[in-house]
T-cell receptor, first 112, second 114 residues
Framework: SAVISQKPSRDICQRGTSLTIQCQVDSQVTMMFWYRQQPGQSLTLIATANQGSEATYESGFVIDKFPISRPNLTFSTLTVSNMSPEDSSIYLC?????????FGSGTRLTVV | AQSVSQHNHHVILSEAASLELGCNYSYGGTVNLFWYVQYPGQHLQLLLKYFSGDPLVKGIKGFEAEFIKSKFSFNLRKPSVQWSDTAEYFC????????????FGKGTHLIIQP
């Protein structure tokens, strides 16, 4: 399975600030996916990031709040902008290998 | 849009008891089905998956799941649970194309009492 590294693993941020989460994969992939897991909840897809094109966002998520970059086939970033306590969640990067989604260890974000 | 329903949100069992967690999905086309597990403080791990073929699939740690197409179900089973099976279990679906990411159920919090 793919090796996915996410940075930072956790952070505590002040409301109104922004945090950029990095996701590095050990081999080239076409699509990278970003998910959010709110406390005590399941995972929800935020957006799909393809290299060379704009990310595709799911209903309820917008580019201004969650801008995504995908500069090459092994790397992506997700920014959580103008944070509020409601953004406190685990954010996960995922890729597919052999049609099977694999997840990074996630970034645990707490907004105070 | 596809959706996934997990019927049991909290399950408490004693060690050696049998386990069955329900999962139903709504999508009329071809799907790939997954069960993931999240142990306390750890990240998501794949338990098992179904793409095609034998509808009874076996995964890690003695888990298995049965795909019943007519019922749109993919229930997870284990004959005899252990205390170490305490975790959150998620059923998830990808439609045949795979480009839309996973749709997850709400999860089942399983507690095994020694």
């Amino acid at each position: 399975s793919a090796v996915i590294s996410q940075k930072p693993s956790r952070d505590i941020c002040q409301r109104g600030t922004s945090l950029t989460i990095q996701c590095q994969v050990d081999s080239q992939v076409t699509m990278m996916f970003w998910y959010r897991q709110q406390p005590g909840q399941s995972l929800t897809l935020i957006a799909t990031a393809n290299q060379g094109s704009e990310a595709t966002y799911e209903s309820g998520f917008v580019i201004d709040k969650f801008p995504i970059s995908r500069p090459n086939l092994t790397f992506s970033t997700l920014t959580v902008s103008n944070m509020s306590p409601e953004d406190s969640s685990i954010y996960l990067c995922s890729v597919e290998r052999d049609s099977t989604p694999t997840f990074g260890s996630g970034t645990r974000l707490t907004v105070v | 849009a596809q959706s996934v329903s997990q019927h049991n949100h909290h399950v408490i069992l004693s060690e050696a008891a049998s386990l069955e967690l329900g999962c139903n999905y709504s999508y009329g086309g071809t799907v790939n089905l997954f069960w993931y597990v999240q142990y306390p403080g750890q990240h998501l791990q794949l338990l098992l998956k179904y793409f095609s073929g034998d509808p009874l699939v076996k995964g890690i740690k003695g888990f298995e799941a049965e795909f019943i197409k007519s019922k749109f179900s993919f229930n997870l089973r284990k004959p005899s649970v252990q205390w170490s099976d305490t975790a959150e279990y998620f059923c998830a679906v990808i439609s045949g194309g795979g480009a839309d990411g996973l749709t997850f159920g709400k999860g089942t919090h399983l507690i095994i009492q020694p």
